[in-house]
């Protein structure tokens, strides 16, 4: 991201977010067959639904409650697709294209989420290659909720990508993956079909977890993500938001605005964080509490904030409204009837109703005061202010300076001592100078373990990262950009503050924070580990991949 286009030019006009565009989706049927892609991109307002996959098998003498949910959801006409989750909340759960499989034959467009948590960059390949030969082309790509259950104790985590690197993948497969053979020669696989979905998390209240995620969801979209779901809040003017930064960003993909139907425990729990990354504030857990102690339990208020909420999805001009937190088919269909009842101009009001925001939060755009909604003419002036005017932050120490300033003389390439120092590992390498080379590596080992608690991973994203070790800095080593599951500025584990939300405030006192996400997709090696990261960069081995010159020719 540019920052003098963020702070000097006002956002594109309105595209998908205006009450116009909003007006002229109407609920309709989709046609048999189209794809989810034909769908989200047709103009017309559709509905998902979410089926949450059990643990266990079912049993063969009993029908099965998740089956039947599925099967019943596939039925009906007015849902233009199904979405299956992949272990939700860290749990071993029956595989989500098993269930995919079972409801295949109903003819429904069907999403698989594939997340990073229980698989390595292998496994998530193999699997894709599995959906793709299945029929299965949508994919939700995501990082996945660190496990919290496992036989005999909690599963290891394995993150070896991360939703940003899945998505690079995916959009790889899809373009014809390259393979290198042993005998060294290349062949280009046969390409995938995959509609790849992103996910962003946009109930923040800190400047420094937002905007990295904003930041982080334009990474994901120029790696491959074709549609973008947003976690779980309520709070429509962020939701609104998230169109106004893909405006101002010029990036045009559909939204799908996510829909959780409350009841008393879950709004208790995503109150509590204890689901990373969905978020009830205080003020609507106390109307949560006020509703369910009502005769109906607050069955009444859930519904009609589910519709609500649908309804001013489809007035602000998403492409469609995806609902979860469901058990039973009937209960999807009383929320769409009701979304569908409403008249056609009430989604303003809701808008201005449903804004449980939590204290003080940020926004990057400014309040519309005739809307409710964001502004779209005008980013938050004291953000715009605190560009121009960087402040110092406890985060900024002496080592973080000196750490920019040895990378601005010795690792920019091009620049200042690097063609020295890049020739001169060039020369002790080709000539096998295997003592001087180990004795740098000591140094380095030593420097950066005492300055950063370096892991040694051979493949270093230092400069990318704020000078904070991703391996001992972030539980699920995320190299692309912040996971969602942050609150506060603390990690979902919360034992430490958020990598990204730290580097955020220590790039932005040098105005470079709107850059901080900037570049392709990174994937490191694991088989640089305990190897010199240092010569990996000056030989490019490593994920930056720098350029290494040709030894002149002698006659």
């Known amino acids: 991201m540019n920052p003098e286009p963020l702070a000097n030019t006002t956002p594109t006009p309105a595209r998908p977010g ?5 007006a002229l989706r109407t609920m309709t049927t989709p046609a048999p067959h189209s794809s989810l892609r034909d769908l989200l991109n047709a103009g017309r307002f559709i509905y998902g639904a979410e089926l949450v996959t059990t643990r266990g098998m079912p049993a063969p003498d009993q029908p099965s409650k998740l089956v039947e949910l599925g099967e019943a959801l596939a039925d009906d006409s007015r849902i233009g697709w199904v979405s299956i989750t992949d272990n939700p909340g860290g749990n071993p759960m029956i595989p989500a294209d098993w269930v995919a499989n079972v ?18 960059r292998n496994g998530l390949e193999s699997a894709a290659w599995r959906y793709a030969a299945q029929g299965f082309d949508n994919i939700l790509a995501l990082t996945g909720d660190f496990p919290t259950a496992g036989h005999r104790g909690v599963a290891l985590p394995v993150f070896d990508l991360d939703s ?12 014809g993956l390259e393979s290198t053979k042993p005998n060294g020669k290349v ?25 990295p995620q904003y930041f982080k969801l334009a990474r994901k979209i120029q790696s491959g993500a074709g549609w973008v779901v947003p976690q779980l809040g309520y709070d429509m003017r962020k939701f609104h938001e998230l169109q106004l930064f893909l405006d101002w960003a010029d990036l045009s993909v559909p939204l799908v605005g996510n829909v959780y139907v409350l009841n008393r425990v879950v709004a208790r729990m995503f109150n509590q964080h204890k689901i990373p990354g969905c978020v009830v504030s205080d003020a609507l857990l106390a109307q949560v509490e006020k509703y369910a102690a009502g005769p109906d339990k607050g069955k009444a208020f859930f519904t009609e904030l589910a519709a609500k909420q649908l309804a001013v999805f489809k007035g602000m001009g998403f492409a469609a409204g995806y609902l979860g937190g469901v058990h039973k088919a009937d209960a999807f269909a009383q929320i769409i009837d009701l979304a569908e009842s409403f008249a056609p101009d009430d989604w303003k009001e809701f808008a201005r109703e449903i804004q449980y925001s939590q204290d003080n939060e940020f926004y990057l755009f400014e309040r519309d005061e005739r809307t409710g909604l964001g502004d779209r003419a005008q980013l938050n002036r004291d953000y715009l202010q605190s560009l121009n005017q960087p402040l110092t932050a406890p985060d900024v120490t002496l080592n973080y300076r000196v750490s920019r300033m040895v990378h601005g003389l010795a690792f920019t390439p091009g620049k200042k001592l690097f063609p020295l120092i890049q020739r001169i590992y060039g020369r002790l390498e080709e000539g096998k100078h295997t003592t001087t080379l180990g004795l740098l590596k000591r140094v380095e080992h030593t ?10 991973c051979g493949d270093c994203s230092l400069p990318e990262t704020g ?24 990690c979902e584990l919360d034992d430490k503050d958020c990598l990204w939300a730290r580097a955020y405030d220590r790039l932005k006192c040098f105005g470079e924070s709107q850059d901080m996400i900037d570049g392709p997709a990174v994937f490191a090696n694991p088989a640089l580990a305990g190897s010199s990261g240092w010569a990996n960069f000056y030989r490019g081995r490593d994920h930056q991949r720098v350029a290494v010159p040709t030894a002149p020719e002698h006659n």
């Not at 420097?447 to 040694?456: A, I, P, T, V």
């Not at 000078?467 to 506060?488: A, D, I, V, W």
Request: aromatic letters at 8%; a positive charge; hydrophobic letters at 35%.
């Open 18 to 22: 205006d009450a116009a565009a909003g």
């Open 103 to 120: 409801l295949k034959p109903k003819g429904k467009e069907l999403v698989i989420h594939l997340t990073c948590k229980d698989l390595n």
């Open 164 to 175: 940003v690197s899945l998505i690079g993948l995916l959009n790889e497969m899809n373009a």
């Open 187 to 211: 062949e280009r696989l046969p390409r995938t079909n995959f509609f790849i979905g992103a996910a962003v998390s946009p109930f923040k209240r800190q400047e420094r977890e937002l905007m």
């Open 447 to 456: 420097s950066k373990s005492l300055l950063y608690g370096c892991f040694d």
């Open 467 to 490: 000078y904070l070790c991703p391996r001992s800095s972030c539980s699920k080593n995320q190299r692309n950009g912040p996971c969602g599951g942050s609150f506060e500025g603390r």
